[in-house]
């Protein structure tokens, strides 16, 4: 779960488990009560899910269908089976029809008549029933391959390190999760299972025409195998190309929607709307094309296949026919010669629908192998060990960096931060401020040089012992969908409601809490739209506060502030931060004044390290920035 203890229940008389589970909901009116309690009676135990997760990457082999569906072969094997049982069954009706002529009809016995009829029901109520069975089973079977492939790429995703989301738009991403997974599932339920079905009936159907009269099976053998071959051959080809581009368009639509939505504020304020549309358009436009594509090479290739199914029966009727009048066959044998021809293209029609979805599923195989196969670039050592309890001291020694191999960020950077110290990162935008911050909190690794906590270099400790030390505020927070408390409590999901409240009333929260309906209990919208950014920020805040880290990484985290509540905030700094090791990234001079130390970063180079008052006294970049900072204080 993501928030709150997992398993919890729901009480009928109060708010607190419902409030708890982010829900805004009040309780149940008393009238309802009593019906409420009898539900619930009935209600099954959902005890806590019993999750694994390991940062590591321990299957790097290509994500295929067959490895997928390799681990439920023995149930693939039994839904085999029940497809086998419904094609005799259903195949038994040519061979029955045959009977029933020749030896029923032609010969006058109604006995053998009724007997066919009989049996013909029996194959009928055989085939219906294991039809039944299999799709009961083959569609529990598919959602619960479903389950487990969502719940691998999600993992995959929460594996994967902060640079790939930076390059990667997350509306590509929802594409895996949404309509990747959705092809699939299509494939899974309506594709495989109907795909073996009618090669399956293709075969039976084919061995009975052989053995009905091998003079009629060679000739449609001769008449529609090479043309149908050639045909498939051509859209196999074709539409590998056109499905992986339809996969492509899909993302596209997906990614520009998805951000456009999560910036619709800035999309109104400047009136980029029609812009949008007009974009928009132009991407689903594109989509349209693609798949109009795909449709244009099913047309062609389905009617083909009609044409030859027809021109196939009209050759066998032609010469069948000429074969009773000489009595080489019977009237029953070409009757069910034209049933099992009718069986025979009747697959063959279904196999060129069903190509589509398997295409459309192979895509999507594709997108997916190519994102499970995205190694993590911060990844965890297999021999990493757990980060005992630490005092805080931060050492970078020699250490570089570059997002990009041809634009260094940082170059040889030497840097140590004492135990308890608040430290403070200044300069200008660009100059690898935040870079620093992020390789404090293995965000990134160093391309050159280490990143060291009591010693500890970063590489070689697990990243949950690493990241249940660390605490960290960014510039611009992100709120969860949830209850106010939840948000708080999300480094910390077992904490008491009075340490939430402190860590609230810490940073400043406490007036908003008692305006808020529903206190610590109230509904956050997605992303804190309801809230102000301030508000946002402070939530923030005491969300780091209440995590308890012995290093803590403030980036900006007063920017959103106004003055009131900036003054408050950095008076609970003041106490919070007592004891620990705070490294700031600050724009504002008056947060940096406050801090310890001060290094000035230039160029991805530390160019001046000391006090407040030492950088004053050095007469250098600080004191300049300090001065132009007074100046403009003075003049506001």
Known sequence: ?????????????????????????????????????????????????????????????????????????????????????????????????????????????????????????????????????????????????LYELRLRVFSHLQRLSIDFYTD????????????????????????????????LTLLVVTVILVALEPTLALVTILVVVPALLASTLWYRAASDRSFGVVRDRIA????????????????????????????????????????????????????????????????????????????????????????????????????????????????????????????????????????????????????????????????????VIEPGETFALVGTTGSGKSTIAKLVTRFHDPTAGSVCIDGHDLRAVTVASLRRQLGVVPQEPFLFAASLRDNVAFGRPGAEEAEVLAACVAVGLGELIDRLPDGLDTFVHERGV????????????????????????????TSSLDLESETVVERALDAVLEGRTAIVIAHRLATAMRADRIAVVESGRIVELGTPQQLRELGGRWAAMEATWHRHAGGG
């Open 1 to 145: 779960m993501m928030f709150g203890p997992a398993g919890g229940g729901f009480a009928p008389g109060g708010a607190q488990t419902s409030a708890a589970a982010g829900l805004p909901f009040a309780g149940v009116p008393a009238e309802l009560r009593e019906k409420a309690d009898r539900i619930l009676a009935t209600e099954p135990e959902h005890p806590a899910p019993d999750v694994r997760f390991d940062p590591v990457m321990s299957d790097r082999q290509p994500f295929t269908l067959r490895r997928f569906l390799g681990a439920h072969r023995w149930r693939l094997g039994a839904a085999f089976v029940l497809v086998v049982l419904e094609t005799l069954a259903l195949q038994a009706g040519g061979i029955l029809t045959q009977q029933g002529i020749d030896h029923g009809i032609v010969d006058g016995d109604t006995g053998v008549i009724v007997t066919v009829a009989l049996l013909y029901v029996l194959s009928v109520i055989v085939a219906t029933a294991a039809g039944a069975w299999r799709v009961s089973f083959t569609g529990r079977l598919g959602e619960r391959l």
């Open 252 to 415: 596209d639509v997906l990614a520009d929607l998805s951000e456009t939505l999560q910036g619709i504020r800035i999309v109104t304020a400047f009136n980029r709307r029609r812009h949008n549309v007009v974009t928009h358009r132009r991407i689903v436009r594109r989509y349209r094309d693609a798949n109009v594509v795909t449709a244009r090479q099913g047309a062609l290739y389905g009617p083909g296949a009609d044409l030859l199914g027809a021109l196939a029966q009209v050759v066998v009727v032609l010469v069948g026919g000429r074969m009773v009048l000489d009595g080489e066959i019977t009237i029953g044998t070409l009757a069910a010669f034209v049933l099992y021809l009718t069986a025979f293209f009747a697959p063959i029609q279904q196999l060129v629908q069903l190509y589509s979805t398997y295409q459309s599923g192979q895509a999507a195989v594709g997108k997916l192998r190519e994102l499970l196969a995205t190694e993590p670039s911060v990844a965890e050592a297999p021999d990493a060990h757990d980060l005992p309890p630490i005092d805080g001291r931060v050492e970078l020694v020699g250490v570089g960096f570059a997002y990009r191999p041809d634009v260094p960020v940082l170059v040889d950077v030497d840097l």
């Open 168 to 199: 990667e738009r997350a509306g590509r991403l929802l594409t895996r999760m949404t309509s990747d997974v959705d092809a699939l599932q299509q494939l899974f339920q309506d594709g495989l299972v109907n795909v073996a079905v009618q090669f």
């Open 530 to 557: 309801s809230l102000s950014s301030g508000e946002r920020q402070q939530i923030a805040l005491a969300r780091a506060f209440l995590s308890r880290p012995r290093v803590l990484v403030l980036d900006e985290a």
